[in-house]
C-alpha cells in the first residue's frame, strides 16, 4: 500500500514539475513585419494579445501581437554531418 502511495505522489509531483516549464511563444506585431519570441510560464501562447517593453530612452511601447506555440524548422539548428 506504501508503494502505491509513493507511486502517485511522485506521479504528482511529476504533473506539477512539467505544468510550470517555460515556453516560447513566437509572436506576430500586428500591421509590422516584427516577430518577437515572449516566454511565458504559464497559459497558452494563443492568449497573449500584447507585449509591453521599455526602448534605450526608456519609453514604455505596447505591440499587439498574435502568438502562437508551433515548433518551425527555422526555429532549430539543423546540423549535417
Do not use: W
Amino acid at each position: 500500500m506504501k508503494k502505491i502511495l509513493f507511486l502517485i505522489g511522485a506521479a504528482t509531483l511529476v504533473l506539477c514539475a512539467s505544468c510550470s516549464k517555460e515556453k516560447n511563444c513566437r509572436c506576430s506585431v500586428v500591421g509590422s513585419q516584427i516577430v518577437r519570441i515572449v516566454t511565458i510560464t504559464g497559459g497558452t501562447c494563443d492568449d497573449l494579445n500584447h507585449a509591453s517593453y521599455r526602448d534605450a530612452l526608456d519609453t514604455l511601447h505596447t505591440d499587439y501581437i498574435l502568438c502562437t506555440d508551433y515548433p518551425f524548422e527555422a526555429d532549430s539548428l539543423i546540423v549535417n554531418h
